[in-house]
């Protein structure tokens, strides 16, 4: 079983910054992609980053220039630093990740963690 622990959230006044952490801990070979997502109350999930296995990100719009996403492979964890945080950015965000098992691919969510930004 894979496990993914999500760190790192909190309440934080607007213009500043927070780091998520997601550490994956488990039986597996190895994970491609990790992602961040977040869901506001009231509003469906939505994808905010993304990392490829060897280190590519990519954004959604409204946090490019903002927000960072990195891992560190050795420590099978990803990171999220966020910037510039604006009262929009509130919301629960959630570590997701593709872990690959023995033979098989198989998508893992992390239980969520409260990011607050107050105006």
């Known amino acids: 079983q894979v496990q993914l622990v999500e760190s790192g959230g909190g309440l934080v006044q607007a213009g500043g910054s927070l780091r998520l952490s997601c550490a994956a801990s488990?039986?597996?070979?190895?994970?491609?992609?990790m992602r961040w997502y977040r869901q506001a109350p009231g509003n469906q999930r939505e994808l905010v980053a993304t990392i490829t296995w060897n280190g590519i990100p990519d954004y959604q719009d409204s946090v490019k220039g903002r927000f960072i996403i990195s891992r560190d492979n050795a420590k099978n964890t990803v990171y999220l630093q966020m910037n510039s945080l604006k009262p929009e950015d509130t919301a629960v965000y959630y570590c997701?990740?593709?872990?690959?098992?023995?033979?098989?691919?198989?998508?893992?969510w992390g239980q969520g963690t409260q990011v607050t930004v107050s105006a």
């Open positions: 997701n990740a593709d872990v690959v098992a023995v033979t098989t691919l198989v998508n893992f």
């Open positions: 488990g039986s597996f070979r190895s994970i491609n992609y």
